[in-house]
């Protein structure tokens, strides 16, 4: 069975950090890209960061570049989402996804055509 299991959320201070896990199963992220996308309360789901199969390339979106690292191990069959100097605008329901698509599109329709359930990460004091 396909399935995409997101870990790691919480509730952290401002300026703390958290590490996202996206453990697959039922297929290798060996042949997949991967994506990480958060939907706050009232927004939209957004793309914030995704990692192609190799782990070769690597796209953030703007408002994350410099804080966040995404990083795969395939032997684990998990990607990662490091989450450094977070802010209160991060908190979101963060998402996993699987992408058909070899490229790295940071995009609704960049291909995914699986999800996770996501996981809540609260940034608050």
């Known amino acids: 069975q396909l399935q995409l299991v997101e870990s790691g959320g919480g509730l952290v201070q401002p300026g703390g950090s958290l590490r996202l896990s996206c453990a697959a199963s039922?297929?290798?992220?060996?042949?997949?890209?991967i994506g990480w996308f958060r939907q706050a309360t009232g927004k939209e789901r957004e793309g914030v960061s995704c990692?192609?199969?190799?782990?070769?390339?690597?796209k953030y979106a703007d408002s994350v570049k410099g804080r966040f690292t995404i990083s795969k191990d395939n032997a684990k069959n998990t990607v990662y989402l490091q989450m450094n100097s977070l802010k209160p605008e991060d908190t979101a329901v963060y998402y996993c996804?699987?992408?058909?698509?070899?490229?790295?599109?940071?995009?609704?329709?960049?291909?995914?055509?699986?999800w996770g359930q996501g996981t809540q990460v609260t940034v608050s004091s």
């Open positions: 996804a699987r992408s058909v698509l070899k490229l790295c599109v940071l995009s609704l329709s960049g291909g995914y055509d699986y």
């Open positions: 039922g297929f290798t992220l060996d042949y997949y890209t």
């Open positions: 990692i192609t199969s190799s782990g070769a390339s690597t």
